[in-house]
């Protein structure tokens, strides 16, 4: 090495020893790395803000509510004979096979439980827990078993689903049956008064109206508010194919669900008010 190149860089090493603190100096100033920052104490995990959510959403119309569906008739009647109601001595065959459209042919228990089918999916979507007392053809339940499995759930309805028949093929439209004179009879006229003009309004068929009597065992025997629904006449041709395509089956249904909700949320309202007068007397 030259005696120049000795000489710079003698005369660097100084400056170079004083840089070496000043770095480790601003090396222990520099701001230390830190992690993403923390919105609020409080912040939820994914899950947690997931049951948030659902915590928050408004409750289904139905939510809590027990629906009946008795798909009337079954693939091959029973002419035993039960009683027609509780401490009556007449009798009736415990269930028949029911009728058949005029046009298609089809059976009336096979239409009744493809509507009841669509019935229940749509009570489900608004919340119902809903029971069935057949989803299958082949089946013997008489019509006083009907009711009795119904009682013992404690639905707080029962609808059961028919179509009619008459001589006459002109006639159409639908109509509900319930009871005269049991325990439920009061009230299973009220949930045919908020049922009807909904079905109606949905399908467009004529409205028949509401009948009540005690012809029917299926009525007589159950303690819980039950309707009989006449979805229609399969006497009448044209009525016929339409009970039996889908996309009715699917507007009885809805009509049918719409009147339930209005029913439910009628009579909870009701309750409700009764609550508070109670409450406000003390």
Not at 21 to 41: F, H, K
Not at 111 to 126: G, H, P, W, Y
Not at 243 to 249: F, K, P, T, V
Request: a negative charge.
């Amino acid at each position: 090495m030259s005696l120049m190149r000795k000489y710079i860089a003698w005369a660097l090493l100084p400056a170079l020893i004083m840089l070496i603190p000043a770095q480790a100096e601003g090396a222990d100033n520099a701001p230390a790395a830190t992690e993403p920052p923390v919105i609020g104490c409080e912040t939820a995990a994914p899950e947690d803000s997931e049951a948030a959510s659902e915590a928050e959403a408004p409750a289904l119309p139905l939510a809590g509510v027990k629906i009946g569906i008795d798909p009337g008739h079954q693939a091959h009647g029973n002419n035993e004979k039960e009683t027609v109601a509780p401490n009556s001595s007449e009798k009736k065959a415990k269930v028949t096979s029911g009728t058949a459209g005029a046009a298609t042919g089809i059976a009336e228990y096979v239409t009744n439980l493809e509507i009841a089918f669509k019935l229940r999916d749509a009570l489900v979507s608004q919340g119902a827990e809903v029971y069935m007392t057949r989803e299958t053809h082949d089946v013997d339940i008489s019509n006083q078993e009907r009711a009795k499995m119904m009682n013992e759930y404690g639905v707080d309805l029962v609808l059961r689903i028919h179509c009619d028949g008459a001589e006459k093929r002109s006639k159409h439209g639908v109509a509900l049956y319930c009871s005269h004179s049991n325990a439920i009879a009061a009230e299973s006229y009220r949930a045919a008064e908020a049922i009807l003009p909904r079905l109606c309004e949905a399908t467009g068929a004529k409205n028949n109206g509401i009948f009540s009597n005690d012809n029917y065992t299926g009525q007589n025997w159950s303690e819980v508010p039950c309707l009989m629904v006449e979805c229609g006449f399969l006497s009448n041709p044209d009525e016929d194919r339409l009970l039996n395509d889908e996309d009715y089956q699917w507007k009885l249904a809805a009509g049918l669900t719409d009147g339930i909700i209005d029913y439910i949320s009628a009579r909870d309202g009701e309750q409700d008010g009764e609550l508070e007068d109670g409450e406000s007397n003390h």
